[in-house]
């Protein structure tokens, strides 16, 4: 089975993720704007950073699936 995010999806939930972290880690105004300004210029749709975001989370996500597939491969059915 192969999953694979588009960059609008993971830009999105990066998105969400440096919000709710800069909103709830207590952080100063000025920090939690230096934060949400780094997402917005760092991290753009079509920049090197986030393409290589995109290609690593993939990654990741594919290497966890075959992980899991592989483990209940080898799991006994009496072991549940």
């Given at each position: 089975m192969e999953v694979r995010f588009t960059d609008d999806e993971l830009a999105e939930v990066l998105s969400r993720l440096v919000n709710r972290m800069a909103d709830e880690a207590g952080?100063?105004?000025k920090?939690?704007?230096m934060i949400?300004?780094?997402r917005s210029t760092q991290m753009k749709l079509g920049?090197?950073?986030m393409d290589d975001f995109?290609?690593?989370a993939n990654?990741?996500?594919a290497r966890?699936?075959?992980r899991r597939e592989r483990s209940?491969?080898?799991k006994p059915d009496w072991a549940d």
């Open positions: 952080l100063s105004d920090d939690r704007a949400k300004r780094w920049g090197d950073e995109v290609r690593k990654e990741d996500f966890g699936i075959a209940q491969i080898r």
